[in-house]
């Protein structure tokens, strides 16, 4: 398969289709993978395919406007492409998308943790347990998995967890929270690897007005983090990567999933679904419910 | 130095002693997040096995969040506040070397000729007590930076877990005043023993790399654009870092606030003006690098970097910083 | 002494639309209308101007409760201003309650320029219910 996915590359490399192709390469650990960015044909050999290519390319979309990139995206990675087209972030032509077939990528997180090796850790992320496709919406070019592995979904509630923390105690949750937040040391990985977080300024970053604290402190944990999450009401197409960078292990993906199940059941949009699809909060319904307003 | 063999029971029945007069803080394990320092209230919370913190210990030094007075406007009259030292007397247990080795270099900058006196009010109220690394990663290579991952390097006493026991070696006086009452004198062939194992552990650190000498000759090179393309721009290597030490002032609500700052991030150098002398990835990755490499080396003749491997195993998406040196095109 | 929650008087921030609440609670002043004097009122152009972060740093800062007025469904001076509010908050009020802040402290509420009546009845029941739902505890929080 990686083979074909070479002569892909070169091919678009020569005839000037793309200036770059971002991709993944072998990490210096000889394991793990890492960004690759290949614009000369002869780098192209450097290109991998695998189940540790875990990283959401369309992060570094947002490096090169302008120029026309191939981006190798897994079906996660071409959710969060399509956000960026709605929100006019990408112009369709300027990005090539060679789609992959995915049956799920392993959970770095569990590695980094201290897995005993990697054979045991190659579980697959959380992400993936709930994904619901194996095949990318959109591509220019497809590879398939000529194994046709087909998706790993267990097909369990993906929202199990949310639920599991709604019913329990105001209290509880609160507890749970700020046992949670105050861990944040504010290094905002979960704001770098976003790919919908594109903010030229970020509002953590505003000294006047600073809406909070710089500090890495409870008070102002509270507020980024809970910030960051409605930033991303509507956008995040769940590929997992903040909670994945955190180092020290803040359930994100629990405050993006609890936002995701409240929009579909309160407007049934879906993030990252629909090029054509104006936003979540760039539109509205007449019949949005609004039975909590007096 | 004295050297003695401890059980573990030994050690938990001396700290339950110590709670009394001391704040103990040491790694815990939290399941799914990793292992942090914190506040030990029961001896048997301790985590010390072979994993690392997450953290490393400048945080209880260094606090990320630092208060350093308040302004008050009461009666039409302004006043300052300063905000009292902590005072507590603490022992942090379960240390790595590589981490006290990075306390060692931020003494050279905030307690040497410049004394910053909430730093040094935490040296001064603190016992350390290491622990060696018995299982080193590959993303360790403390012996290339001029380290060890078994000798103590700063610590006050040193613990080496072997066969379920400890052998406990006691650097300082503090170490000495605390520690002194436990333990048994080993006998001369245990001691000839550890010294073997103390080899042996050594040679664990597989990951050896050569920091060029001079760094300033490859400043141009495009060299820095190629290895910081990847880069995200997070503070996750600078606040991880054990030797990292960058901060920022920021004036909050009446009250003055000193927190980390990291070179990565985007406004690390942003001038009021709006001009950035360190505009794009490379230029901030690159200071990274010189700083650790270059610029403290020759400020103070040491590398800043103790090869603890915790920006290579938390960067997110896996730039090395051992190999961008070991490779640099000097 | 315990604190008896319903002696305490609470701090509610209003974000008003210029266009109709505020017009409201202006009415609801002149005619001399009596409701609670624990709102502070801040002016915006539209409910559709307030953004996530203003209520946030109101709760974070210590005020017992932000509410958020704007006109009714259908009458927004901009056409559409407070349907994209209706949206936006929807989500922050669910998602507040899932991390624990009472969702008490957050409400919204539709009045228009007529109603000085609605406007007075809407604040006497929201300190009611705010002062049930007790002093906002951000303040105590550890904020080193």
Known sequence: MIDELKIKARELLKNKQVDLIIGYQRASDGVLAMPCFVDREEDVDKLIWDVYCVYNLANYLKDYAGQKIGIIAKPCDVRSIVVLLQENQLRRENVYIIGVECSGVIDEKRLRLGAKDIQESATFGVKCKSCKSSTPSICDYLFKDKEKKGKISEDKDEYESVRKLEVRSSLERLKFWEEEFSRCIRCYACRQVCPMCYCPKCVADQAMPAWFSKGANLKGNLSWNLIRAIHLGGRCIDCGECERVCPVGIPLRELNKKIEKDIKELFKYEAGANVEQKPLLASFDKDDPGDWIK | ?330 | ?144
């Open chain 2, 1 to 330: 130095m004295i050297q003695k063999i401890v059980t573990k029971e030994e050690l938990y029945k001396l700290l339950n002693y110590l709670l009394q007069d001391f704040e103990v803080i040491g790694p815990k394990e939290l399941t799914n997040r990793g292992i942090f320092y914190e506040t030990i209230k029961n001896p048997q919370d301790l985590y010390l096995g072979e994993g690392f913190t997450t953290e490393p210990v400048k945080k209880l030094f260094l606090n990320p969040s630092e208060w350093f007075f308040k302004c008050q406007y009461k009666d039409s009259k302004n006043s300052l506040e300063e905000i009292a030292l902590t005072k507590t007397k603490r022992i942090i247990i379960g240390v790595r070397p590589c981490e006290t080795k990075g306390l060692e270099l931020l003494d050279k900058v905030y307690n040497s000729e410049y004394k910053d006196e909430f730093y040094v009010n935490n040296r001064n109220r603190t016992v350390i007590i290491g622990l060696s690394c018995a299982k080193p990663d590959r993303n360790c290579f403390c012996t290339s930076m001029g380290g060890s991952n078994v000798e103590s390097q700063g610590t006050d006493a040193i613990l080496f877990d072997r066969d379920g026991k400890f052998i406990l070696e006691i650097i300082t006086d503090k170490g000495k005043e605390i520690l002194g009452s436990i333990g048994n004198e080993p006998s001369e062939e245990e001691k000839k023993h550890w010294q073997q194992d103390k080899e042996k552990r050594k040679d664990l650190v597989k990951t050896k790399i050569k920091a060029p000498e001079d760094l300033d000759k490859v400043f141009e090179d495009p060299y820095w654009e190629q290895v910081s393309k990847s880069c995200l721009s997070c503070g996750i290597c600078t606040f991880l870092c054990p030797t990292c030490h960058c901060f920022d002032l920021v004036d909050e609500q009446r009250r003055r606030l000193r927190c980390y700052d990291g070179c990565a991030f985007v406004d690390f150098t942003l001038q009021a003006s709006g001009e950035n002398p360190r505009p794009t990835k490379k230029e901030r990755y690159r200071q990274r690098v010189f700083h650790k490499f270059d610029y403290f080396k020759k400020n103070f003749g040491e590398n800043l970097c103790v090869g603890c491997g915790r920006c290579i195993r938390y960067c997110p998406v896996k730039i090395d910083i051992s190999e961008i040196v070991d490779k640099a095109p000097v």
């Open chain 3, 1 to 144: 002494m315990k604190e008896n929650k319903e002696d305490r008087e609470p701090k509610i921030v209003g974000f008003l639309c210029n266009w109709c609440s505020y017009a409201g609670a202006d009415l609801a002043g002149t005619s001399r209308i009596e409701y609670p004097p624990n709102i502070r009122i801040i002016r915006v152009p539209c409910s559709g101007r307030v953004n996530p972060l203003f209520v946030l740093k109101c709760l974070m800062d210590g005020a017992d409760g932000v509410l958020i007025s704007g006109c009714h469904i259908g009458d927004c001076h901009y056409s559409e201003g407070n349907f994209y509010a209706r949206r936006r908050f929807a989500i922050l009020k669910r998602l507040l309650e899932y991390l624990g802040i009472d969702s008490r402290r957050f409400q919204m509420s539709w009045v228009s320029a007529s109603e000085g009546d609605k406007w007075s009845k809407l604040i006497k029941e929201l300190v009611q219910e705010i002062k049930q739902a007790g002093p906002n505890k951000s303040n105590d929080k550890k904020h080193d």
